[in-house]
């Protein structure tokens, strides 16, 4: 389970995505909250992070409700858009939220990756 710093529960965690040098670059979450109608999208690995609370680490995601639903979909066979936490201060708030990072599956980094450079 991913959920915000406040507790609301965001989904669950699909996949991670990695570069060419195993490094995680975004997270695929499953956000639909029902098994009839699946919605998953990549947010940027920097929008997630990890804390302890009552002896448990849990993963918390640094973005909001319509962030979240303004997300693209994962779709694993197109270039991966994973979703920035938006910056409140930062004079590029006005840009789109998704943008294009060098990423792969987990399941296929290494196919995927082994023409790369």
Same mark, same amino acid.
């Given at each position: 389970?991913?959920?915000?710093?406040?507790?609301?529960?965001?989904?669950?965690?699909?996949?991670?995505?990695?570069?060419?040098?195993?490094?995680?670059?975004?997270?695929?979450?499953?956000?639909?909250?029902?098994?009839?109608?699946?919605?998953?999208?990549?947010?940027?690995?920097?929008?997630?992070?990890?804390?302890?609370?009552?002896?448990?680490?849990?993963?918390?995601?640094?973005?909001?409700?319509?962030?979240?639903?303004?997300?693209?979909?994962?779709?694993?066979?197109?270039?991966?858009?994973?979703?920035?936490? +938006?910056? $409140? *201060?930062?004079? &590029?708030? #006005?840009?789109? @939220? !998704?943008? +294009?990072? $060098? *990423?792969?599956? &987990?399941? #296929?980094?290494? @196919? !995927?990756?082994?023409?790369?450079?």
């Amino acid at each position: 389970e991913v959920a915000r710093a406040n507790g609301a529960k965001v989904g669950r965690v699909v996949d991670v995505l990695l570069d060419g040098s195993a490094a995680p670059q975004a997270v695929v979450l499953d956000v639909s909250g029902t098994l009839e109608k699946r919605h998953t999208i990549a947010a940027d690995w920097s929008a997630l992070h990890f804390v302890t609370k009552n002896n448990m680490l849990e993963a918390q995601l640094d973005m909001s409700d319509q962030q979240v639903d303004a997300s693209p979909p994962y779709a694993p066979e197109q270039p991966v858009r994973a979703v920035t936490p +938006a910056v $409140p *201060a930062a004079p &590029a708030a #006005a840009a789109p @939220a !998704a943008s +294009a990072a $060098p *990423a792969t599956s &987990a399941t #296929a980094s290494a @196919a !995927a990756t082994h023409g790369a450079k």
